[in-house]
């Protein structure tokens, strides 16, 4: 496996509602490389949530290519790229979309189960929540924890079976700064100490400023692909 991830050329997205049509994407050129901790940002519509959607594996572009895991997405058939999803991705969405009436522990067992781990799925949930810090909230229901705390156990559900790649849309969109730096500085932590790369979309500042690498999209291309060193905020 070569250090890259995710090779996107001149990908084209159009999305027809009615008579008229929509290019949310029109030509993106990206390389995802392993240890990134990039952040997308770009006004409202400038298509983030799309190109996310298309690294993910969850929608074909109308044009151009995607390489993900050295594999071309066009030639995978769907229960391929259904399978890649479950064992190599994690996902982050911006609402937790947490299963309400789970504990949290029963949240990641979850998808554990849906990857067809055997006997052990309950000690690594806990394992996994216990590492992140979030022992303690284990055996609560969503509805029984903070936004914050939601989006954690949402982020150890995502990273419970150690994919390479995780994708969060706008992770931190429903909570404070704080919530938000709690949250970024637990991703950042798993990049450095389980090899994980991370590409989250953005619109906070805050956010940004944790990013290793920055790409900005604008009405659906790439402006500006820019290193930072992020990596270095909130460092002691
Ligand atoms: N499923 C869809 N059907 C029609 N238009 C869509 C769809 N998804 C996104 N779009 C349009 O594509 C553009 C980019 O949207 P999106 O990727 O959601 O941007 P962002 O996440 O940056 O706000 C917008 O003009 C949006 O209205
Ligand atoms: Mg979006």
Same mark, same amino acid.
């Given at each position: 496996?070569?250090?890259?991830? #995710?090779?996107?050329?001149?990908?084209?997205?159009?999305?027809? $509602?009615?008579?008229?049509? #929509?290019? *949310?994407?029109?030509?993106?050129?990206?390389?995802?490389?392993?240890?990134?901790?990039?952040?997308?940002?770009?006004?409202?519509?400038?298509?983030?949530?799309?190109?996310?959607?298309?690294?993910?594996?969850?929608?074909?572009? $109308?044009?151009?290519?995607? &390489?993900?895991?050295?594999? &071309? /997405?066009?030639?995978?058939?769907?229960?391929?790229? *259904?399978? /890649?999803? +479950?064992?190599q991705l994690g996902f982050v969405f911006q609402a937790? !979309?947490?299963?309400?009436?789970l504990t949290a522990r029963e949240n990641v067992e979850?998808?554990?189960?849906?990857?067809?781990?055997?006997?052990?799925?309950? $000690?690594?949930?806990?394992?996994? =929540?216990?590492? +992140?810090?979030?022992?303690? =909230?284990?055996?609560?229901?969503?509805?029984?924890?903070?936004?914050?705390?939601?989006?954690?156990?949402?982020?150890?559900?995502?990273? *419970?079976?150690?994919?390479? +790649?995780? +994708?969060?849309? %706008?992770?931190?969109? !429903?909570?404070?700064? %704080?919530?938000?730096?709690? /949250? =970024?500085?637990?991703?950042?932590?798993?990049?450095?100490?389980?090899?994980?790369?991370?590409?989250?979309?953005?619109?906070?500042?805050?956010?940004?400023?944790?990013?290793?690498?920055?790409?900005?999209?604008?009405d659906g291309v790439v402006v500006s692909d820019e290193?930072?060193? @992020?990596?270095?905020? @909130?460092?002691?």
């Amino acid at each position: 496996m070569s250090d890259t991830l #995710v090779d996107i050329k001149k990908v084209v997205k159009e999305f027809h $509602t009615g008579k008229v049509a #929509v290019q *949310a994407l029109r030509g993106v050129d990206l390389v995802v490389k392993t240890g990134d901790f990039m952040a997308i940002v770009g006004p409202s519509g400038s298509g983030k949530t799309t190109l996310l959607n298309i690294i993910g594996a969850l929608d074909i572009p $109308t044009g151009g290519s995607v &390489n993900l895991f050295d594999r &071309n /997405l066009s030639e995978l058939s769907r229960k391929d790229r *259904a399978d /890649l999803r +479950l064992h190599q991705l994690g996902f982050v969405f911006q609402a937790y !979309n947490l299963v309400p009436v789970l504990t949290a522990r029963e949240n990641v067992e979850f998808v554990l189960e849906l990857q067809g781990e055997g006997n052990g799925r309950e $000690t690594t949930a806990l394992a996994t =929540l216990e590492s +992140l810090g979030l022992a303690d =909230l284990a055996d609560r229901r969503p509805t029984e924890m903070s936004g914050g705390q939601q989006q954690r156990v949402a982020v150890a559900r995502a990273v *419970a079976s150690k994919p390479k +790649l995780v +994708l969060a849309d %706008e992770p931190t969109a !429903n909570l404070d700064s %704080e919530n938000a730096e709690t /949250l =970024l500085k637990m991703m950042r932590d798993l990049r450095d100490t389980h090899d994980m790369t991370f590409v989250f979309s953005t619109h906070d500042p805050l956010v940004v400023s944790y990013a290793s690498r920055v790409v900005t999209l604008r009405d659906g291309v790439v402006v500006s692909d820019e290193q930072r060193n @992020g990596d270095e905020i @909130g460092e002691d």
